[in-house]
């Protein structure tokens, strides 16, 4: 069985207004109108939003550890596949090649969507899950209006989740990662 695929990139990260304390991650089809939106939790929307964001962390995340690890190791990420959801919760695949050798990993979508930014990977679909899932939104004639809301939507929401990081960090007394995050929201503030 082949089934089309259909590249998605990610359009925005927000607030869930589904879930207290999770984030709704907004895929889009790369030259298309559909939208995917896909429930993620807290610290994988805050590594999404500093990677969309090009803020360099000044110790390796998660995410970034693990792709590291990968070039080191001569692993190429070749793509990421929304292969299936159930009741809500989406489920993907890392294709990953090692010379000759192609690898299949099982990843939640959220870790892998994270590791595709990181990689330079395309985010793929599986068109009837796109379709299925997909959310109802206008046509927009100005693409240019479209881009200039995704950014200042994506900025909106990376000064929240720098927020929300930094209360955490002080509330754990990491006052050095706190002094770190108060910088960087600084910076966002004073960057119209």
Sequence with gaps: MNKKKIELQVLNISNSQAQAGAYALMLGEVDGER???????????????????????PRPLTHNLFASVLEILGVKLMRVLIYKVD???????LYMKEDETILRIDARTSDAVALALRMNAPIFIYEDILEAERIKTEESSDSENKETGRENLL??????????????????????????????????????
């Design 35 to 57: 939208q995917l939106p896909v429930i993620i939790g807290a610290s994988e929307a805050q590594a999404m939003v500093i990677e969309l964001k090009g803020i360099v962390p």
């Design 155 to 192: 900025k909106k929401d990376t000064l929240d989740l720098l927020k929300e990081a930094l209360q955490k960090a002080v509330e754990e007394e990491n006052y050095e990662r706190a002094a770190l995050l108060r910088d960087q929201i600084n910076q966002q503030k004073n960057n119209p």
């Design 87 to 93: 009741n809500g919760v989406f489920y993907s695949y």
